[in-house]
């Protein structure tokens, strides 16, 4: 039987970790698993969890390892992901990446893509971004229309803009990224484990490169 093809997906909030997840997901057929999409179905369960999550992700903070620990846990075990998958937005912290080694012994993870993106493209992406709430579908005010409209193009769900995509939320999401995040990016690193790929540019051409770098891993 062939090892699992896990893929991590790494990149500054606004990077375009969703959008290339999601193509993946697409041409992969293999499960797109967001923390951040989980944690905001669980707030807007408004849930007395959903409640506490929601207060920490509208500050640009972290949710604590231990918590992260049940979440993350229980998904990847689930029938789905036995193949393999798309983590979008975990590890985060040190402490999660120990976790998630524990957690894949034996095989592990099979790569991990850093979407290189400059802060200042970022900042205005997310302060630009709208989702639809129903199928995650991201869209751009000033170039899309659903993004006017309020009207998914893709599946006629409601959009919106996340309550963590304000000027404040972003200094922090990327300050927290800087300190906490990008040293995981060496640990992958010295391991021959990270590939690293530009965010700027065409989506699909950007997809094209990742699914490269995969199928060359998988041999
Ligand atoms: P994202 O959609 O990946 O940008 O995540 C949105 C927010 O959810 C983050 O700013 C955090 O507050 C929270 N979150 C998502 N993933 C994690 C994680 N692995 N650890 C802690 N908090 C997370």
Redo the contacts with the bound molecule.
């Keep these: 039987m062939a090892a699992p093809l896990r893929i991590l997906v790494f990149g500054k909030?606004?990077s375009g970790?969703?959008t290339l997840a999601t193509r993946l997901h697409a041409r992969l057929l293999l499960p797109h698993i967001?923390?951040?999409?989980?944690?905001?179905a669980a707030a807007a369960s408004g849930s007395e969890f959903g409640q506490r999550?929601a207060a920490?992700?509208?500050?640009?903070?972290?949710?604590?390892?231990e918590?992260?620990e049940g979440?993350?846990e229980e998904r990847l075990n689930a029938p789905d992901a036995a193949d393999g998958f798309i983590l979008?937005?975990?590890?985060?912290?040190p402490g999660?990446a120990a976790f998630l080694d524990e957690l894949l012994l034996p095989d592990g993870i099979s790569i991990a893509i850093e979407l290189q993106v400059a802060d200042d493209v970022v900042r205005g992406r997310i302060v630009n971004r709208r989702v639809c709430t129903s199928c995650g579908a991201i869209y751009a005010a000033g170039r899309d229309e659903s993004a006017e409209t309020g009207v998914c193009a893709a599946c006629g769900g409601t959009v919106i803009q996340?309550d963590?995509d304000t000027e404040e939320?972003v200094g922090?999401?990327l300050a927290?990224y800087a300190q906490l995040t990008e040293p995981l990016l060496e640990y992958y690193e010295d391991r021959g484990l990270l590939e690293r790929i530009s965010g700027e540019g065409d989506p699909e051409a950007i997809a094209d490169g990742a699914v490269a770098l995969i199928e060359a891993r998988r041999g």
Aim: proline share 3%.
């Design positions: 909030q606004g970790k969703g967001s923390t951040g999409d989980m944690l905001r999550v920490i992700m509208d500050a640009g903070e972290l949710v604590s390892d918590v992260m979440v993350v979008d937005g975990y590890p985060r912290t999660q996340r963590d939320a922090a999401r927290t």
